[in-house]
């Protein structure tokens, strides 16, 4: 259902199906291939994403932190799909892999038509342990860092998606379902408004923020986290929500709003559960 309203200091690995760089002055040809870069692009929604934009014409870049194989399962199923990609390792809470990340991505392309802000993260007890402020520095500050590493990159008529959850885009309107969950909720609540913050300076650029906000996602690391935590968490979602949504289908939706031009900057797409029944049993008093 959609409604609106640290790395090794080495040189990373390169998994590729095409090393691609636009030739000089292809910027101005109507024959120019749309790419995206979508952030934790190895499993779930963001491996969806990218098989969906490859399936609408699009190459794609991908990151991901450690899981290398399945980076490159996904590079080999879009290129199935007729599209081509890059896959390459960085830890977004790192300025310095941020760095190296975009010196590989500007000698593969010139310019890109959507970026999709995907990773995320705040229940890993292990990184935790180690950074109790880890949820902030990866939902917040690591997205307006990657956005800021992007900009010179992002075309005129570009689109920035942020991806969250119900619980997130609507922190301190509704309570958290699970405590596990306050930490992350409220870092990727202060992303999604310190992006709209700078939804003027992007559209001086040309460039539109779209936000898509799910519900417990089927096929997701999220729910298999918290299921951990709270076992029986999913099968209670499910008996006050129905079926949950799938990874496909967030990825899916998520291709479609990149895709449709007629979204104005700032609009939210939401899959899943409809924010005002949420609220409605859900809200703080």
């Not at 969806?48 to 990151?63: I, K, M, N, Q, S």
């Amino acid at each position: 259902m959609t409604q609106l309203d640290p790395l090794p200091q080495q040189k990373p690995p390169i998994t590729s199906s095409l090393a691609r760089k636009e030739k000089p002055g292809a910027k101005d040809t109507p024959q120019k291939k749309r790419v995206a870069l979508i952030t934790g692009g190895s499993r779930g929604i963001g491996a969806e994403t990218a098989l969906a934009l490859a399936e609408r014409g699009y190459d794609v870049a991908l990151t991901y932190r450690s899981k290398a194989a399945r980076a490159n399962q996904v590079i080999s199923a879009l290129t199935r799909r007729g599209g081509h990609g890059i896959a390459l390792p960085a830890d977004m809470t790192h300025s310095e892999d941020v760095a190296r990340l975009f010196c590989h991505l500007k000698q593969w392309t010139d310019h890109f038509d959507a970026l999709i802000l995907n990773a995320s993260g705040g229940l890993e007890r292990n990184l935790i342990a180690v950074d109790p402020h880890y949820p902030m520095r990866i939902n917040h500050d690591a997205q307006l860092l990657f956005v800021e590493a992007a900009l010179p990159l992002l075309s005129r008529g570009s689109t920035i998606v942020f991806v969250t959850s119900h619980w997130s885009h609507l922190y301190g309107q509704v309570k958290q379902f699970l405590p596990a969950y306050e930490a992350v909720a409220q870092s990727k609540y202060a992303g999604e408004q310190a992006l709209r913050a700078r939804q003027d300076e992007l559209a001086r650029r040309g460039i539109r923020l779209i936000v898509v906000t799910g519900d417990l996602i089927e096929g997701t690391i999220t729910p298999i986290l918290l299921e951990r935590i709270d076992p029986g968490l999913i099968e209670r979602r499910r008996a006050k929500s129905g079926s949950l949504p799938t990874a496909a289908e967030m990825g899916q939706e998520i291709a479609l709003a990149i895709m449709n031009t007629t979204l104005s900057s700032g609009t939210t797409v939401v899959v899943g559960e409809a924010l005002p029944s949420l609220l409605a049993r859900s809200r703080l008093c």
